[in-house]
């Protein structure tokens, strides 16, 4: 065959995978600061592409090669192109273009890159008109996009009843959903070496475990950061249930938490914080050192025992976290820590009910203790309820005013959630940290983490986020469950099961 006859075959073949003509509008979660698309003109996905990577990270068109043919199931035409888009401010930024000619990306890093394919891998879908995939398809876009926030993450509680599988898909879809950092809080399931009985007996989060998960992580473009809590919360399990993750099978271990409920570590238990240091650096070491650790330290309670409660026990807490400031610092990595314990709610400057948006559970005077904390260390400051318009999120200005750096921490209200997003970008805050803690089944979940998605990278909601069922969300956790290989009815989709045949329960 001679290259003429090879075209007009090339061009047979894209007629028919390309039959069917109306393209509807793309569902992108974060919707992209630009978008463009032709609903009648279609694009084919399969070995003709020519994927052309404009990027001075050379890594950037082998990531590409290697996902396109994962994703889409052919080998493209990979070829290295010069810039010349304009792109918009930051590293991140990318611009796709998909037309007759191929694939064009271009982008400053790798991250770029990646975000482009997600994107890419958003738009498209298998060809029509045959009964197993043969080629995807999608519409010619052009897209220009970046971030308004540089750090991005979501924080997800890892429970006993949650497996490695689960995890892993949480962290693939944060990746997909453009956000690049994961905080993984240990609810009793990280497996120390060191200190065997920390933890429940059937506790997944192993070292080979989390090495996968890092594996996972780094290429898909998400720094994961481990939460082991250092003050409060020490029994990993939720208050309302009182289990325990030490005291319920080691009653001997009693002394290292507070007598009360052993909800607080015992600070003045030196051996205890030994211990306590000792765990969090091999959990640190374990997730390959990362930049990051989040210590917790909401929602502590004052101390129960005797020794704790000797002097002024508000000093000893703010010893202990500066402790643990210098054991990371000295690990080149800084402490992320809740905000809650140093924000009264009767603290008039926060204008509680009247014009001030934010949670607290501290003391009256806590600031003069707060003062005395490193400010390297990152305040992750939640709130939880709505936004209002005009109302100020005044907590957070608060600790930003006072030179920490800020993470705006909504949870499951959605107009909390793009309501923080937008005043991050506004007003130069570090960035966005969503939260789920026990939200995770069905349209809890994917409204939750859709919202922090717009959130997050800065852009308004293009799909409907109360929408009972969510298709556009089904279809993105579907491909990460394909990516992972997925075959058991219980890891498909967004609840365990359908239908409770259990005892009567009503958890929340
Ligand atoms: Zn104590």
Sequence with gaps: MNGKILLVVAFVALQQVCMGMNFAEPKLIPAPREFKFAADRCAVLDSNTVLSIACP?????????????????????????AGGAALLDGDEAYTLVVDSTGVKIEARS???????????????????????????????????DAPSVKWRGMHFCWMPELSAAFVEREIRMAAYLKFNYVVLE???????????????????????????????????????????????????????????????????????????GGWNWCLSNEEGMAILHDIMVEMHEAFGSPPYFHIGCD???PPSCPECREGDWRDRIVRHIVGLHDLFAARGTRLLMWHDMFVSPKDKRFGPGDGGLYGGH??????????????????????????????????????????????????KDTSGILGQGR???????????????????GTNYSSLLAASAFAAWGTEPTVDLAEPEPAWFGTYWRQMGWDMGIRNYRDCGLSETQINRGTCTNLD
């Design 57 to 81: 990270d050379a890594r950037g068109g082998e990531w590409a090669a290697r996902h396109f043919r994962e994703w889409f199931g052919a080998k493209p035409r990979v070829k290295a192109a």
């Design 110 to 144: 790798l991250a770029g890159v990646r975000y482009a394919l997600y994107t890419l891998r958003q738009c498209a879908m298998a060809a029509r008109g045959t009964v197993a995939t043969r080629a995807y398809v999608l519409p010619h876009v052009e897209v220009r």
């Design 186 to 260: 240990s609810w009793g399931v990280f497996r120390s070496e060191r200190h065997p009985w920390f933890g429940w007996p059937e506790r997944p989060m192993t070292k080979d475990v989390v090495r996968h998960l890092k594996t996972v992580a780094d290429d898909l473009g998400v720094t994961l950061v481990p939460q082991l809590n250092a003050l409060g919360h020490a029994s990993s399990a939720r208050g309302r249930y009182q289990k325990h993750a030490v005291l319920d099978l080691h009653p001997e271990r009693q002394p290292i938490f507070e007598p009360m």
């Design 299 to 301: 929602e502590a309670y």
């Design 362 to 411: 501290g003391e009256l005077g806590c600031e003069k203790y707060l003062l005395k904390l490193p400010r390297d260390i990152v305040v992750c400051d939640w709130y939880y309820g709505h936004h209002v318009d005009g109302w100020r999120y005044t907590t957070h200005e608060y600790f930003h005013k006072l030179g920490f750096e800020v993470l705006a921490c909504p949870w």
């Design 423 to 441: 005043e991050a970008a506004r007003q130069g805050w570090l960035g966005f940290l969503g939260t789920s803690w026990h939200r995770l089944t």
